[in-house]
């Protein structure tokens, strides 16, 4: 049988500058989207799908049709007649990005309102991927049935999982925003944590400090990701450090973890020593920060 990788998230309009002044092109994008949308492209044999709500209106219309596309199964997107998608804005400077959002009416927010919906998303999955994000734009008052239908997925036998992917815009306050995180990750098997952004929401020393604290809650691998810097794994309590590849062109280092996590996955997925799926997912980042965009056709990881 075909295996399920599932991804849960918000899809959004992207609007990436050109490199002409003033100018941005329209694209779609999204953390847990762009990596489904590189894991599509690198995991043959495995069924990419993503989770969602959209809006029923014309650039939802096209947003869809972008998954189809792309391969990526939309059968699990549901459609949302008083709801649209969020929308963001990419700056750059130097190669680093900072981004402008409107979402207040993304549909994306109600994706774990409906308990059967999402169970339905998740039944049979082999591996369901989430992230901070996903959290933090789900709406407060249904983020128990998000983690219910994740537990119940876990006990049926899927891998979750899960990239912190810590933006504090998105939370009410920091507290709320470490508890819902740690929560997540109490019911996830691999975790993905970039490390600068875990020291700045936890207070971590160093990238042990990190893996150490997602293993305690429950993660069997964690690998924190160090920007260009050297990586460090924590897989079965055993530690190993990870020096990638020198990157010596950055355009845009916009999706640079995300397809990273795609990367990695698909190299772990199919049984690549863990070592190797690191430098994998190292190489696809490379590949996609040397472009504009979160998604950049980039050939074979």
């Not at 994008?29 to 989770?51: F, H, Q, S």
């Not at 490390?195 to 924190?224: K, N, P, W």
């Not at 260009?228 to 845009?252: K, N």
């Not at 990695?264 to 490379?286: C, K, N, V």
Request: glycine share 10%; proline share 4%; with cysteine.
């Amino acid at each position: 049988m075909t295996q399920r990788f599932v991804a849960l998230g918000e899809a959004m309009v992207e609007m990436a500058p050109t490199g002409e002044p003033g100018t941005f092109a329209m694209g779609f994008a999204g953390d847990t989207l762009n990596t489904a949308w590189y894991l599509r492209r690198a995991l043959p044999g495995w069924n990419v799908e993503y989770a969602t709500c959209i809006g029923t209106d014309a650039v939802s219309d096209r947003m869809l049709g972008f998954l189809e596309d792309a391969g990526i199964g939309v059968g699990h997107v549901a459609r949302l007649a008083e709801r649209t998608v969020g929308l963001y804005l990419i700056e750059l400077r130097d190669g680093e990005r900072s981004f402008s959002y409107w979402r207040g009416q993304s549909a994306a927010r109600l994706l774990a309102r409906d308990p059967a919906r999402l169970q339905a998303a998740l039944d049979g999955a082999e591996l369901v991927y989430l992230s901070g994000i996903t959290l933090a734009i789900v709406e407060p008052e249904d983020r128990p049935t998000l983690f219910a239908a994740l537990a119940a997925a876990r006990a049926s036998g899927a891998l979750v999982v899960f990239d912190p992917n810590l933006r504090p815009r998105l939370w009410p306050d920091a507290a709320t925003m470490c508890a819902t995180v740690m929560q997540a990750a109490a019911l996830s098997d691999i975790v993905l944590p970039s490390h600068d952004d875990e020291a700045a929401a936890f207070g971590d020393a160093s990238l042990e400090a990190t893996a150490r604290r997602y293993a305690a809650a429950g993660a069997t691998l964690v690998v924190v990701k160090n920007g260009a810097g050297e990586m460090l794994s924590l897989d079965a309590g055993q530690f190993q450090r990870h020096a990638p590849e020198p990157v010596t062109r950055v355009v845009d280092s916009t999706a640079a973890g995300d397809s990273f996590n795609a990367g990695f996955l698909a190299a772990h997925l199919q049984g690549l020593p863990l070592a190797e799926a690191i430098r994998s997912g190292a190489r696809t980042a490379a590949k996609v920060i040397a472009a504009r965009g979160a998604l950049v056709e980039i050939g074979e990881a």
